[in-house]
């Protein structure tokens, strides 16, 4: 994340895979979009590197309706597929509700394309997903990849052949033009394309070599390891062998170097970057500073491939060509020791993201974890399987807690968390840090149970073994707990030693700015406004010393509730976007959901009620992915039902319901532009807001500030 600027391997003019065109397979585009018109359920089947998951990207890149990949090849875990959906269609939950409860709930009533591809080691996962989703939402229709059919009544099978001749010639030239080098159409050209049956990776393979060998010498050398294969007889040779024997005649052609990387790049989910790549793969043989060369070569040999993203250029292995380098790497007995260096890589990238967080790189941290999620997940599931490792999954597990918590992925989190501390490591800091994110995520997710057990463990643990750290962070999140279930003298006693604790360990993070935001909370709530305000300007001033974006938002929604409740409606709105803005930018559901609902009762104030009432129903669609509407506290209730009240007695009931009903038909990123596209109103005459408990029903308390995203240990 931070360092030198990288060097960029196309350096040569070499095009990435990704950037090249679409060649032929015009009949079996509009076959396949047919088919997807006259069934619900259709499965492109064939060997693999036949282009598959081209077509179906090419089809879904035009359904009008709208389409969500799943790319499943780096699932391991058949537990994840409904995670994995979640992921491709945008979705976050902070709930302990099961995925699927999401994804029916998101689903219902959009006529969407769902793309699952690379299926065929999650079968039978997969396939009971599928028949449920297509049983209870009879507008989707899902567009299954694989090298096999997923099974289930009604599914329509579109087998894909290899390109014609005339195709596959079209591709090899093609490909020859993207390196700079002119083939011309000819009989040798042709009989390589025969010898390679057509499939597209092996031509793609093939068009690789030209810039070392002819058409003629490309088609002698693989005409002698067919022969080597079969014995001759090349009429009886299965396509998925063919694949095979232009992998590994490839794989020949690579000087040793090659070979090496090619194996040892096998060790990654997905995609990678160079400087993974360099830490990874280096050694024994292969020199870090050589792994940019040897890289670029397997690039220009279709190899590897590269693409672009947020966080900078990355590269990716096609699953057969990874499969290929997976199996030399296990027959040279060097497996074992490269998965560690992927899993030690991964957590050295997880520590540095987590210190990171407190500094103005949060949003480059949140993006750079989102792209090496598969990585780490692979990370995480070598160390809590492999015997004597399960103290580097609970620091893996604990040190991502700002994802899981300030990256709308609790449920996820909660399930590493989970099944790390059911494991004996023999390393007790690891475990109690993976306790205390544990209790943390639970207590957020409203599991409160769970998250006292969990805390209270941690800290019996903790006190025993003298880990000051473990003890201020097991208190902190006990105080949290009392905070969100209205024990509010008990959370002010809590969070006041906890800050105490940090302040003697010398502890300054995110995570403790989030535990003076709510103190300030409990204050706000027992009527001391000024209080909570001085203690959240403070917080305001170190996270914009330090650059920190995540909790100096919630210390503006303190400041915001503070403002209106002075009177400076439109110095609320304002503060209050600013809040949104971030909440929103880093999917943080909770943080997101509370500025609206603040900004609906500033609206109401502001002389617009039926704005109040849209943007409460807005609010209302997203709390089932949060969790229980204002955790059932009546100090966060309070806000609320004074909007309410306030937008009834302008609008009437049915006025009023007809303006909520219209905003729960919002989507999140709907009623984030909507609530953010407002401005500040221009009214004659704005009411002054009422005393904050004054509509309160009899019995309620003075309305709530900010429950709080918190920050968390930097250092485990």
């Not at 015009?26 to 064939?46: C, D, H, K, Q």
């Not at 809040?579 to 900004?599: K, Q, R």
């Not at 669609?621 to 007695?649: D, I």
């Not at 049915?654 to 999140?668: I, M, P, Q, S």
Request: a negative charge; aromatic letters at 6%.
């Amino acid at each position: 994340m931070r360092g030198p600027q990288r060097p960029d391997p196309f350096r040569d003019g070499d095009p990435p895979l990704e950037l090249t065109t679409f060649v032929g397979r015009s009949v079996e585009l509009a076959g396949l979009a047919a088919a997807l018109g006259r069934a619900r359920l259709v499965t492109v089947t064939g060997v693999g590197g036949v282009g598959k998951s081209r077509l179906a990207g090419r089809v879904a890149a035009g359904w009008g309706a709208g389409s969500g990949r799943v790319e499943l090849a780096p699932v391991r875990d058949p537990h994840f597929v409904e995670y994995a959906v979640m992921e491709a269609l945008g979705l976050t939950d902070h709930t302990t509700r099961v995925p699927r409860e999401m994804l029916l709930e998101h689903l219902a009533g959009r006529p969407v394309l769902l793309v699952l591809d690379g299926f065929e080691h999650l079968v039978e996962a997969c396939a009971e997903l599928t028949a449920e989703l297509l049983r209870k939402l009879p507008e989707l229709r899902v567009l299954a990849v694989g090298r096999r059919p997923l099974g289930l009544a009604g599914e329509r099978l579109f087998p894909l052949a290899p390109l014609g001749e005339e195709e596959a010639v079209e591709l090899f030239t093609d490909r020859a033009r993207e390196q700079g080098l002119e083939v011309a159409d000819g009989p040798e050209v042709r009989k390589l394309c025969g010898r390679l049956e057509g499939i597209p990776l092996a031509v793609e393979l093939a068009a690789g070599r030209l810039r070392a060998l002819s058409p003629a010498q490309l088609s002698h050398r693989l005409d002698d390891r067919f022969r080597l294969l079969t014995g001759g007889g090349r009429d009886a040779l299965p396509r998925h062998r063919t694949l095979r024997t232009a992998i590994g005649w490839s794989h020949e052609l690579c000087t040793p170097a090659e070979r090496l990387l090619w194996s040892r790049l096998s060790v990654f989910a997905q995609t990678f970057d160079l400087e993974a790549a360099e830490y990874v793969c280096s050694g024994d043989g292969l020199p870090a500073e050589d792994v940019l060369d040897v890289l670029s070569e397997l690039l220009a040999q279709s190899v590897v491939s590269r693409e672009e993203s947020a966080t900078g250029p990355r590269y990716r292995m096609l699953d057969t060509v990874r499969a290929y380098g997976a199996d030399w790497l296990e027959a040279t007995g060097d497996a074992d020791r490269l998965h560690r260096r992927h899993r030690d890589w991964y957590l050295g990238l997880a520590t540095l993201c987590e210190l990171d967080w407190f500094s103005p790189r949060q949003r480059e941290v949140a993006r750079r974890v989102e792209a090496e999620l598969p990585n780490l997940r692979d990370a995480l599931e070598f160390s809590l399987t492999e015997p004597d490792e399960a103290h580097f999954g609970q620091y893996l597990a604990g040190s991502l807690w700002f994802f899981w918590v300030g990256c709308g992925r609790l449920a996820e989190g909660r399930r590493w968390l989970e099944r790390s501390v059911e494991l004996e490591s023999g390393y007790e800091q690891s475990r109690l840090k993976a306790l205390w994110v544990l209790g943390y995520v639970a207590l957020l997710q409203g599991d409160a149970v769970p998250a006292l057990a969990a805390l209270r463990e941690c800290r019996d643990q903790a006190e025993r073994a003298g880990d000051a750290t473990a003890v201020a962070y097991a208190e902190h999140r006990t105080g949290c707990l009392a905070l969100v279930t209205d024990d509010m003298a008990r959370a002010e006693t809590l969070l006041r030693s906890a800050l105490d604790r940090y302040g003697e360990i010398g502890e300054l993070n995110s995570n403790v700015l989030m535990g003076q935001v709510e103190l300030a909370m409990t204050r706000a709530f027992q009527g001391d406004l000024p209080e909570a305000v001085r203690l959240c300007e403070d917080v305001r001033q170190v996270c914009e010393d330090h650059g920190e974006r995540w909790a100096r938002s919630y210390a503006l929604y303190v400041l915001a509730y503070a403002a209106w409740g002075a009177g400076n409606p439109a110095g609320a709105r304002e503060l209050l976007a600013d809040c949104l803005d971030n909440a929103h930018a880093f999917s943080d559901l909770l943080g997101t959901v509370l500025s609206i609902e603040l900004l609906a009762l500033v609206t109401a104030a502001q002389g617009d009620p039926a704005e109040a009432a849209l943007l409460q129903g807005a609010a209302g669609r997203l709390w089932p992915s949060v969790g229980l509407p204002l955790f059932g506290s009546a100090y966060y209730n309070a806000p609320h039902e004074l909007c309410e009240a306030t937008a009834r007695e302008a609008l009437g009931d049915g006025r009023y319901e007809e303006c909520v009903r219209k905003g729960a038909r919002l989507d999140r990123e709907a009623a984030v532009a909507r609530a953010l596209g407002n401005g500040v109103r221009t009214l004659s005459a704005l009411p002054t807001p009422r005393a904050p408990g004054g509509a309160a029903r009899p019995g309620k308390r003075e309305p709530a500030v900010s429950p709080t995203r918190k920050g968390g240990e930097t250092a485990g």
